[in-house]
């Protein structure tokens, strides 16, 4: 039987079980399908069977797979590849160019529980192995997925838009696919958005959505500032604008539930519109403008509320960066926002007077806890939270001293090259889009008093006394004294 070898062993939960006979083929595949639905949860094979064992498994399993003319037999072959591949080791045979081929002529079948197993265990390998990549663009696997989708099967999507994904992790092979892949996926958020998005609870596509606003990061990288210092083309911001409508959409919907189910989505809106050409971000603001503040404003609190369990202050960058990031850009290209965000974090911000170490006693919960991360050790963490106050604050240094302290904005007057002798650096007028003046020092200076005083030195401490606090806020004008910073 071509079905049942020596080598091929079954795992049946904890119990080994060998068939020895040939010829058995109905219970060599009902012992397969069992070992499928016995592991749809499992990651590791190699730890309890052995690396030989299941190398042995996995070379049967591709000769059967292709020796068999039945689909249900190829079907539970293509499913136990698709489990034992979810880890590298044993796999090895199958990382070639023609075992990628053969995966491809299985996905072009017109069986479609045998094309999406196909199309899962391409996901596996092209994720799993380096040079799988390679292959995948010299057998054209971008247009054969492209046109896969084309029938619009949410079955199909799942592991098409993986394969796409990691192939649009390298930046190599973003350029060709933006064309073909950009505007298919577009169409196929699209096709998803029916009147059923948006209701409680969400419909089961919705995590479709999800891995299509990943694969769109992915491409739009070139649009936008991580991209580079190449300015987008006009073609691009084009392209960029189609999607907008969708990022509002998500933005703006609700079901009126707590917590938001569709908030995994919009904190993906905000990775995607970090991409926005610098040319495209008043274009956000077109339609529903005020929903769309009061989203990032949300999505900013809850990704504060995540940062709270964060252990350390990169866990803390990486909840906060992609919205800080976004809020920044917006607020430096679409000056209308300022005032309101501004208004939202300080509303009391108008009756402070003169600059202090620390900033306002009263201050709102959210301010406050962004305050904290202005002399944060996490440096990407730091300058975004920094540049978000100083743009928020109308590009004006005195007005961030003010609402946060000026210890706290050391870095930022330091990065801004605004630091002076004797007085926080003041700022022209608003309107005119100035930065502010302060006395000029050489970048090295500047750079030698910084590294003198540390603001993290003197944060406040949990349960402080009145006492422990004059002595600390003394300490801390004493060392910028020292610093030459007051």
């Known amino acids: 039987s071509i079905y049942l070898r020596h080598s091929v062993i079954h795992v049946l939960m904890d119990l080994l079980v060998r068939l020895h006979e040939d010829g058995k083929d109905e219970e060599w595949l009902t012992q397969l399908q069992k070992?499928?639905?016995?592991?749809?949860?499992?990651?590791?094979f190699v730890d309890r069977y052995g690396l030989e064992n299941k190398t042995k498994f996995v070379d049967d399993l591709y000769r059967t797979l292709q020796q068999s003319p039945k689909q249900d037999v190829q079907h539970a072959c293509l499913m136990a590849l698709r489990l034992c591949s979810r880890e590298v080791q044993g796999m090895e045979s199958l990382y070639t160019e023609y075992a990628?081929?053969?995966?491809?002529?299985?996905?072009?079948?017109?069986?479609?529980?045998?094309?999406?197993?196909?199309?899962?265990?391409?996901?596996?390998?092209?994720?799993?192995?380096?040079?799988?990549?390679?292959?995948?663009?010299?057998?054209?696997?971008?247009?054969?997925?492209?046109?896969?989708?084309?029938?619009?099967?949410?079955?199909?999507?799942?592991?098409?838009?993986?394969?796409?994904f990691h192939l649009s992790i390298n930046p190599e092979y973003v350029v060709n696919m933006i064309p073909t892949v950009l505007p298919m996926v577009t169409n196929l958020i699209v096709s998803l958005m029916t009147p059923a998005f948006g209701t409680h609870p969400p419909p089961p596509y919705t995590s479709l959505v999800g891995d299509a606003l990943k694969l769109i990061f992915n491409l739009t990288i070139p649009f936008g500032p991580l991209g580079g210092q190449k300015p987008a083309t006009l073609d691009e911001i084009v392209t960029f604008k189609r999607l907008l409508p969708i990022y509002r959409r998500i933005l703006c919907?609700?079901?009126?539930?707590?917590?938001?189910?569709?908030?995994?989505l919009k904190t993906l809106v905000i990775n995607c519109l970090i991409n926005t050409p610098n040319k495209a971000f008043k274009d956000i603001f077109d339609e529903n403008e005020r929903e769309i503040l009061l989203s990032f404003q949300s999505i900013l609190e809850g990704?504060?509320?995540?940062?709270?369990?964060?252990?350390?202050?990169?866990?803390?960058?990486?909840?906060?960066?992609?919205?800080?990031?976004?809020f920044t850009l917006i607020a430096e290209h679409v000056p209308q926002v300022r005032a309101p965000a501004k208004h939202w974090l300080f509303p009391k911000g108008d009756a402070q007077q003169g600059v202090t170490v620390e900033g306002p006693a009263e201050q709102?919960?959210?301010?406050?806890?962004?305050?904290?991360?202005?002399?944060?050790?996490?440096?990407?963490?730091?300058?975004?939270?920094?540049?978000?106050?100083?743009?928020?604050?109308?590009?004006?240094?005195?007005?961030?001293?003010?609402?946060?302290?000026?210890?706290?904005?050391?870095?930022?007057l330091v990065t801004r090259g605004l630091l002076s002798l004797g007085k926080p650096a003041s700022s022209s007028s608003s309107s005119e889009g100035s930065s502010g003046s302060g006395i000029e020092l050489p970048p090295s200076e500047i750079r030698e008093r910084l590294a003198r005083f540390n603001p993290a030195d003197y944060q406040a401490k949990p349960d402080e006394t009145e006492d422990e606090r004059d002595e600390r806020l003394a300490r801390a004008f004493e060392a910028m004294m020292d610093a030459g910073i007051i």
């Open 364 to 412: 709102t919960l959210i301010a406050k806890q962004l305050i904290s991360y202005m002399t944060s050790f996490d440096i990407t963490l730091k300058h975004f939270v920094n540049e978000f106050f100083y743009m928020i604050c109308d590009e004006n240094a005195e007005e961030v001293c003010k609402l946060t302290g000026f210890g706290n904005a050391a870095s930022l």
């Open 100 to 164: 990628l081929q053969v995966m491809l002529n299985l996905a072009a079948r017109d069986y479609e529980p045998i094309v999406e197993e196909a199309w899962k265990c391409i996901v596996n390998f092209v994720a799993k192995n380096k040079d799988m990549e390679g292959f995948a663009l010299r057998l054209h696997v971008v247009d054969k997925a492209v046109d896969a989708l084309k029938g619009n099967s949410t079955v199909l999507a799942f592991p098409i838009l993986r394969v796409l």
């Open 253 to 264: 919907v609700s079901d009126g539930t707590s917590p938001d189910p569709y908030y995994a």
């Open 303 to 326: 990704q504060l509320e995540a940062a709270k369990g964060a252990k350390s202050d990169s866990e803390v960058a990486g909840f906060m960066t992609p919205i800080l990031t976004l």
């Open 35 to 44: 070992f499928n639905s016995d592991n749809v949860a499992s990651m590791t």
